[in-house]
Antibody, heavy 118, light 108 residues
Framework: QVQLQESGPGLVKPSETLSLTCTVS????????WTWIRQPPGKGLEWIGY???????KYNPSLKSRVTISMDTSKNQFSLKLSSVTAADTAVYYC????????????WGKGTTVTVSS | SSELTQDPAVSVALGQTVRITCQGD??????ASWYQQEPGQAPVLVIY???RRPSGIPDRFSGSSSGTTTSLTITGAQAEDEADYYC???????????FGGGTKLTVL
């Protein structure tokens, strides 16, 4: 049974880079798409981007200039970097497995809260 | 990118049937998926594709679509179905994902 776990700093200063890692257990990262989603406090879900096992990526156009998603197959992990953060980037960040058949996300991590504050 | 529109809130009496809708032009081309999110929890996939349920999702959850509208129907709503529901689909480019704004379901 595939499980995902997000990890990374819970507090990031404004203008710095947010960095999170998602560790995949119970299955190989070398297949499927892997994606990041976030949810600001009291608001809805926002798709950030995804990476395929080949390394190809797609990003939300509204975040594209600040986002990088990468993967490390040797560690069975994929990562998110979001640069030049502001308070608007404060959110719960989720990683999930994305299945290409219907672009649906069948396995989610529990989420990690990131607060942007000085 | 495209937008998906959901009613912010819907209520249903215990045991009755409720339909939660999601509208968007891209839904003419792509199926939506539906996620249930309870407070403080990660979203859970409940419907995807034409009308497919992941293992463990009760059969009272079903999906349908017509034109630019996709719907999640709960037949015989239970108290534990009270949650936020989000639709998601590919945008018009087919390369990106979009979410609806979410619907808060209250079971009375």
């Amino acid at each position: 049974q595939v499980q995902l776990q997000e990890s990374g700093p819970g507090l990031v200063k404004p203008s710095e880079t947010l960095s999170l890692t998602c560790t995949v257990s119970g299955g190989s990262i070398s297949t499927y798409y892997w994606t990041w989603i976030r949810q600001p406090p009291g608001k809805g879900l926002e798709w950030i981007g995804y990476i395929y096992s080949s390394g190809s990526t797609k990003y939300n156009p509204s975040l594209k200039s600040r986002v990088t998603i990468s993967m490390d197959t040797s560690k069975n992990q994929f990562s998110l970097k979001l640069s030049s953060v502001t308070a608007a980037d404060t959110a719960v960040y989720y990683c999930a497995r994305l299945l290409a058949a219907y672009y649906h996300m069948d396995v989610w991590g529990k989420g990690t809260t990131v607060t942007v504050s000085s | 990118s495209s937008e998906l529109t959901q009613d912010p809130a819907v209520s249903v009496a215990l045991g009755q049937t409720v339909r939660i809708t999601c509208q968007g032009d891209n839904l003419r081309s792509y199926y939506a998926s539906w996620y249930q999110q309870e407070p403080g929890q990660a979203p859970v996939l409940v419907i995807y594709g034409e009308n497919r349920r992941p293992s463990g999702i009760p059969d009272r959850f079903s999906g349908s679509s017509s034109g630019t509208t996709t719907s999640l129907t709960i037949t015989g709503a239970q108290a534990e179905d009270e949650a936020d529901y989000y639709c998601s689909s590919r945008d018009s480019s087919g390369n990106h994902l979009v979410f609806g704004g979410g619907t808060k379901l209250t079971v009375l």
